[in-house]
């Protein structure tokens, strides 16, 4: 039997489990992140909840199967999952805060059931994940990297080719270039997206552009 405490406390959990999940994608800047997933797994919650209580009032009465209502999350997430993926220059990003999505949604459903331990074990698995596979993924996996340059720069005659020959040193492969107008006068802020074999050189290639000769600022964009 439902009860008003038991629709209450499900609730809760479920937005303190989606609320870790959320604040890890928060952390490193995705579109999608704590409200997203805290809203989508209260609603997967709601929803659940919904089913089961539909089921108690009609148990009996008409052919009602309470998992129906809930197979619609399953189908529905893909739209949302879909709106955080995208084609960003050269790569393709959201991929993972969509995966999470999905993830979230489906323990919203489990709290909503009632099957907590599936649900705990669930988001331990999905912080595990996110936090630390990736690290195992970036050194021991990956073998191009993807990565945008930013580099701002005084006007100078033949800066591009001078920055091109750096970059040589380091094998990567130049794949796209935008020029925009620096707020310093002057000033020319360069993107270049770059396709690298390893990823031992970041710091070093950081440290070579600084040393070119009308070279203001560079750092590596956040992915």
């Known amino acids: ?17 989606s609320g870790l999940i959320g604040f890890e994608r928060e952390y490193h800047g995705r579109a999608a992140g704590l409200r997203t997933h805290i809203l989508l797994c209260v609603g997967s919650t709601l929803i659940m909840l919904t089913s089961m209580y539909l089921f108690e009032i009609y148990s ?9 209502i809930a197979a619609g999350v399953v189908t529905g997430i893909g739209f949302l ?32 059931l009632g099957m907590y331990s599936g649900a705990i074990f669930t988001t331990v698995l999905t912080l595990v994940t996110l936090l630390f596979f990736s690290k195992l993924e970036y050194l021991f996996v990956r073998r191009d990297w993807y990565r945008v340059l930013i580099i701002e720069t005084r006007d100078m005659a033949g800066q591009l080719f001078h920055i091109r020959e750096e970059l040589a040193n380091y094998e990567v492969e130049i794949k ?21 074999t390893t990823s031992q050189y970041d710091e070093e290639i950081l440290a070579h552009m600084s040393r070119v000769e009308g070279v203001k600022k560079v750092k590596w964009e956040k992915i």
């Open 1 to 17: 039997m439902l009860t008003d405490f038991i629709v209450t406390s499900r609730l809760l959990l479920a937005a303190f489990l």
């Open 81 to 112: 999952g879909a709106g955080t993926i995208m084609r960003f220059r050269v790569s393709v990003r959201g991929l993972t805060t969509a995966a999470s999505l999905w993830v979230v949604s489906s323990i919203g459903l489990a709290v909503g």
């Open 176 to 196: 796209d270039l935008e020029v925009e107008k620096s707020s310093e006068p002057g000033n020319t802020v360069l993107r270049i997206s770059l396709k690298l």
């Open 60 to 68: 009996g009465k008409v052919l009602c199967d309470p998992g129906r």
